[in-house]
């Protein structure tokens, strides 16, 4: 007969075994054959269920094994990307250096408002007592001087008489050569009829400031180094120091506060020329704000519109905003109907149902791929990487054609490209599980492709936003020198300035 079922333990966990003996069947009757049967089956039975458990316990220790695989690429992935990356600052503590870039700015801004002030009120009396202003320093008498004389264009008198000079009026102005001050003497000659005794003299030519002290050379220099070259207002006061004649920092703030104000004009004028092209390119970055009064400095945006490397008029203007709202992004584009090149951020997709269309940016989907292959070594990016490459050559290549040309030549060579790649793409994210780095690199160009090859239809259209984000370049460099700003007015001018 077959011996009684017995349990026995292995790794924590009993499971069900016999031992059988063989019994002999001759001997035995019809009911004992039937009990053995049923003994048999019931065995059997057992077996089978620890049989399933051992598979779903297996099938669950592989899914386990899969995911976390998954979490550990991506983990290796995000900790490459982050030291490559390595951004952010680790304290917010403001310096010595940091107030003193601060007292620009805030110097800066002060001047913009009373300007803008003095021109509202102008012809309204003043009753308040004028604040003291510093006394200017006369311009010492060893910097070079350069003559520039301005008379009359006519020395006779309306009488009929012939006009005689009997004096001159003279008013300097602060130029500068790089490493070299000078002073330029405008010199205005008084002439007058000795027969009628009309004084006659020729206007006070027109300067940036009125009245001011600097030329507009001198004010164009300052603006070059501050927002082309980077270097801080109380940097150049040092500069200007060892040239011979120091300048406060807070003189080149008002200065600085008194242009932008000046060329609003012209900032108007580049967004109305920006947004008569058919194609415009759009990117946005953050910049670190101080509050008055607050310790820690948030975040505002500077958004950057720009005509395309194509257009007869390369013009770039740049829009404060306190956020990264598309609210901003859509009163700057309110009423243009185009196409827009732009990354894949979301504030943007508003405009794209008010007659703007979206054009994506294959720098970012090979970004994607590059990034994921800097991490992994993947095949799958790698391939990627190969096929967009394909197509920046084709680029390289239709960079002197002309607009028919280009989209020609797009049409013949690089949209089968495209088409062989949006195949093997939607084959290979098939293969791929979700959630991993690779999935999402795959994901990323899937769910824009028809933005991502809009440029194939037009040939005034770019291949990605690579012109906008050049444009920004200056402010990062700016913000590594600037640190932060104060108020909102203050990057009001400062966009202005770098436009």
């Known amino acids: 007969m077959l011996s009684p079922i017995k349990r026995i333990e292995l790794s924590g966990r009993q499971w069900h075994t016999c031992v059988m003996t063989q019994p002999d069947l001759n001997k035995l009757d019809a009911e004992q054959l039937r009990a053995l049967v049923t003994q048999l089956m019931g065995n059997a039975a057992e077996q089978q269920v620890e049989v399933q458990a051992l598979q779903q316990r297996t099938e669950r220790i592989e899914q386990r094994n899969q995911h976390l695989e998954a979490v550990n690429a991506k983990l290796s992935h995000e900790l490459l990307l982050l030291r490559r990356l390595k951004f952010g600052k680790q304290s917010e503590k403001l310096d010595v250096l940091q107030r003193s870039l601060l007292e620009d700015i805030i110097d ?60 001159e009026d003279i008013s300097e102005k602060l130029d500068y050569t790089p490493g070299v001050f000078s002073v330029e003497q405008h010199i205005r000659g008084k002439w007058i009829c000795t027969d009628c005794e009309t004084l006659t003299q020729a206007p006070v030519p027109a300067h940036v400031i009125d009245k001011g002290l600097p030329t507009t050379g001198l004010l164009a220099h300052v603006l070059v180094a501050k927002y082309a070259d980077h270097l801080p207002l109380y ?17 080149l703030a008002d200065w600085v506060g008194r242009c932008g104000h000046a060329l609003q004009p012209l900032a108007d004028a580049l967004r ?7 194609v415009v390119h759009a990117d946005e970055t953050p ?28 013009a770039v203007v740049y829009d404060f905003a306190p956020s990264r ?20 951020y979301s504030g943007y997709k508003a405009s794209f149902g008010q007659g703007v269309t979206e054009v994506a940016c294959m720098a970012h989907a090979r970004r994607k ?17 190969e096929q967009i490459g394909r197509l920046y050559e084709i680029e390289r290549q239709a960079k002197g054609l002309d607009e028919q040309q280009r989209h020609i030549l797009r049409q013949q060579r690089a949209k089968p490209i495209t088409d062989e790649l949006h195949t093997w793409l939607v084959a290979s994210r098939q293969k791929v599980p979700d959630g991993t780095a690779t999935a999402k690199a795959i994901d990323y160009s899937l769910k824009r492709w028809g933005a991502l090859i809009r440029y194939l239809d037009d040939g005034d259209v770019p291949i990605d ?27 009001v001018n400062d966009v202005k300035l770098a436009a």
């Open 287 to 314: 910049v670190p704000v101080l509050e008055p009064g607050k310790k820690k400095t948030s975040r505002a945006y500077i958004w950057a519109y720009c005509t395309t490397p194509y257009a007869d008029t390369k």
């Open 325 to 344: 709202a598309g609210e901003h992004a859509r009163r700057f584009l309110e009423g243009w109907q185009g196409k827009l090149v732009c990354d894949d």
């Open 108 to 167: 800066a801004d002060t001047s913009a408002i009373e300007q803008e002030w003095a021109d509202l009120v102008k012809d309204e009396p003043i009753s308040n007592k004028p604040k003291a202003q510093p006394k200017r320093v006369a311009l010492p008498a060893e910097l070079p001087r350069v003559k520039v004389v301005h008379e009359p264009e006519n020395t006779q008198c309306q009488c009929g008489c012939q006009l005689k000079r009997i004096g």
């Open 369 to 385: 791929f590059f990034e994921l292959h800097e991490s992994s070594k993947s095949t799958l990016a790698a391939t990627a990487l």
């Open 272 to 278: 109305e020329t920006i947004l008569d092209h058919p």
């Open 235 to 251: 940097r150049q006061g040092h500069v200007f120091g060892r040239a011979g004649y120091p300048i406060a920092r807070s003189t």
């Open 465 to 491: 936003n690579n012109q906008v984000e050049n444009q920004m370049r200056p402010w990062a460099l700016g913000r590594k020198n600037w640190l932060c700003v104060s108020r909102r007015s203050d990057y």
